[in-house]
């Protein structure tokens, strides 16, 4: 079956950097668009970031856009997200995902397949 497995989350300081990677298995990476998004303490799941299958793409919620970028090797079956310049508010569970119908990278409902999670936490 297909298992989306997160790692590199933790906790930092404010400005500080994490490397955020998902290994996937069970389906054919290279034919998947993959997104990012996290869960804020209390609040609803939100978008973060968009590659397209290929990589040549790339998409970032506004609160995130060049602070963050996503990249995959496809020979690896891994996503990633480099996270710099890191704030409390970024503070989440952190989730990559498969996105499965449509063409919308932003909507939670495109994508079918999800990981687990890993926590970053944000100190100020």
């Known amino acids: 079956q297909v298992q989306l497995v997160e790692s590199g989350g933790g906790l930092v300081q404010a400005g500080g950097s994490l490397r955020l990677s998902c290994t996937a298995s069970?389906?054919?990476?290279?034919?998947?668009?993959m997104g990012w998004f996290r869960q804020p303490p209390g609040k609803g799941r939100e978008f973060v970031a968009g590659i397209s299958s290929s990589g040549g793409n790339t998409y970032y919620a506004d609160s995130v856009k060049g602070r963050f970028t996503s990249s995959r090797d496809n020979a690896k079956n891994t996503v990633s997200l480099q996270m710099n310049s890191l704030k409390p508010e970024d503070t989440a569970v952190y989730y990559c995902?498969?996105?499965?119908?449509?063409?919308?990278?932003?909507?939670?409902?495109?994508?079918?397949?999800w990981g687990q999670g890993t926590q970053v936490t944000v100190s100020s």
């Open positions: 995902a498969a996105r499965v119908r449509g063409d919308n990278y932003f909507s939670r409902g495109s994508y079918g397949y």
């Open positions: 069970g389906l054919t990476f290279n034919l998947y668009a």
